[in-house]
């Protein structure tokens, strides 16, 4: 399989002054138009779509990109943004709260209130202001964890203080639940 830039199909370049942020112009998109019936023709259009990718660093896992469809104006988080569910953070691979709050900031950067948002789980469809709303959470129980901490409150103790009680009702209904969150802070701060 051909690298990115030498197929026929692909054209890319670096722009930007960050590091990992980069231009891809995807030109094999047909639409084909059938007409049935004597004397008709058969014909396609080419389609060109612009994606600008980026590369946040480590914050859900160690791959976190969005990709920024600007024509259309639609941004797709990845995993960086669980629309309506506390997120898993993989401090394996160099992961943390910290990185998902930057990506989560870049992203809002990236948006305006017309924006169609994509995140990696949830509510498939989002927006601007539950991204905003996303953000807040992450940056709330951060600072709830990060003050019971260094308080010097145990890992167990800072669960059964419940930093996250505020937010349970919204974002603690799916797989990570409000504990298992908890620990996923207490672990990055």
């Given at each position: 399989?051909?690298?990115?830039?030498?197929?026929?199909h692909?054209?890319?370049?670096?722009s930007?002054?960050?590091?990992?942020?980069?231009?891809l112009?995807y030109?094999s998109?047909?639409?084909r138009?059938?007409?049935?019936?004597p004397?008709a023709?058969l014909?396609?259009?080419a389609?060109?779509?612009?994606?600008?990718i980026?590369?946040?660093?480590?914050?859900?896992?160690?791959?976190?990109i969005?990709?920024t469809f600007?024509?259309?104006?639609?941004?797709?988080?990845?995993d960086t943004?669980?629309?309506?569910?506390?997120?898993?953070?993989d401090?394996?691979?160099?992961?943390?709260?910290d990185?998902m709050?930057?990506?989560?900031?870049?992203?809002?950067?990236?948006?305006t209130?017309?924006t169609?948002?994509?995140?990696?789980h949830?509510?498939?469809?989002s927006?601007?202001?539950?991204?905003?709303?996303?953000?807040?959470?992450l940056?709330?129980?951060?600072?709830?964890?990060?003050?019971l901490?260094?308080?010097?409150?145990p890992l167990?103790e800072?669960i059964?203080?419940k930093p996250?009680a505020a937010?349970d009702?919204?974002?603690?209904?799916?797989?990570?639940?409000?504990?298992?969150?908890?620990?996923l802070?207490?672990?990055?701060v």
């Amino acid at each position: 399989m051909p690298a990115i830039g030498s197929s026929p199909h692909f054209g890319a370049r670096v722009s930007g002054p960050r590091l990992g942020h980069a231009d891809l112009t995807y030109r094999s998109a047909y639409l084909r138009f059938e007409h049935l019936g004597p004397g008709a023709a058969l014909s396609s259009l080419a389609l060109t779509v612009m994606a600008s990718i980026t590369y946040y660093g480590p914050a859900h896992t160690d791959g976190d990109i969005s990709v920024t469809f600007a024509e259309a104006d639609i941004l797709h988080t990845g995993d960086t943004f669980w629309n309506g569910f506390y997120p898993f953070i993989d401090y394996s691979t160099g992961s943390g709260i910290d990185g998902m709050i930057k990506a989560t900031e870049a992203n809002l950067a990236t948006a305006t209130d017309k924006t169609i948002v994509i995140p990696g789980h949830g509510n498939p469809v989002s927006n601007r202001t539950e991204l905003s709303a996303y953000r807040d959470m992450l940056v709330a129980i951060h600072d709830n964890v990060a003050r019971l901490k260094q308080q010097g409150r145990p890992l167990e103790e800072t669960i059964g203080a419940k930093p996250t009680a505020a937010f349970d009702a919204k974002w603690g209904q799916f797989l990570i639940t409000p504990a298992l969150f908890t620990r996923l802070v207490y672990e990055g701060v």
